[in-house]
């Protein structure tokens, strides 16, 4: 079976400091990959997504970028964390273009 | 601009009775559809996807679509409380999700 993995699942960081979210797939290949954010009371933006490695759409305009390495890992990444990427991040895999499984996600809160 | 709209709630039904949460979208092309329950905290997981006209039923949880009226809703029977949560609806190849509407199951 299918599992979906996002480290760390909490992080505090100051302003102007760089971040790296990671997530991993296991038990599937060539996945499509997203980077949703959920802003508290708010619902999910989508901000990134790949259809395979070193293949990177980009929803929303921001100081955030992402990266995918290997198939089955996908990295979020900013150079200076603004107050307003606080959030929920959510990674998703899915293997045809609609139907989305989501990782455990990461709760960021920047100072 | 696609929007997908959803009462965000509270929604608050005694346990046993039917949960009706609605959605509508904008997108008139839109072909595919999803609920999703998200616990306070956690990530969403899939309820149900809907592609066609009418009714799809998968144990408590029906989903209802209706494309010339581009709404989609979700009717829980049966309600728990353990099916206290947000739900939100998903629509669209490009999964452009609404803001989740809040259900509260009161035993």
């Known amino acids: 079976s299918q599992t979906i993995h996002q480290w760390p699942a909490t992080l505090v960081q100051p302003v102007g400091s760089p971040l790296s979210l990671e997530c991993t797939v296991e038990?599937?290949?060539?996945?499509?990959l997203y980077w949703y954010r959920q802003a508290a009371g708010r619902g999910l933006q989508l901000l990134f997504y790949s259809v395979g490695i070193g293949q990177i759409s980009s929803e929303v305009p921001q100081n955030l970028s992402a990266s995918r390495p290997q198939d089955r890992q996908f990295i979020l990444s900013s150079k200076k964390l603004l107050l307003s990427d606080s959030g929920f991040y959510l990674c998703?895999?899915?293997?045809?273009?609609?139907?989305?499984?989501f990782g455990p996600g990461t709760r960021l809160t920047v100072l | 601009q696609k929007e997908v709209e959803q009462n965000s709630g509270p929604l608050s039904v005694p346990e046993g009775a039917i949960a009706s949460l609605n959605c509508t979208y904008s997108?008139?092309?839109?072909?595919?559809f999803f609920w999703y329950r998200q616990y306070s905290g956690k990530s969403p997981e899939l309820i149900m996807s809907i592609y066609s006209n009418g009714d799809k039923e998968d144990g408590r949880f029906t989903a209802q679509l209706n494309k010339a009226s581009q709404y989609v809703s979700l009717l829980i029977r049966d309600s728990q409380p353990s099916d206290s949560a947000t739900y939100l609806c998903a629509v669209g190849n490009d999964m452009r999700f609404g803001a989740g509407t809040r259900l509260t199951v009161k035993p």
């Open positions: 997108d008139r092309g839109s072909q595919s």
């Open positions: 998703a895999w899915g293997q045809n273009i609609d139907t989305q499984y």
């Open positions: 038990g599937t290949s060539n996945p499509n």
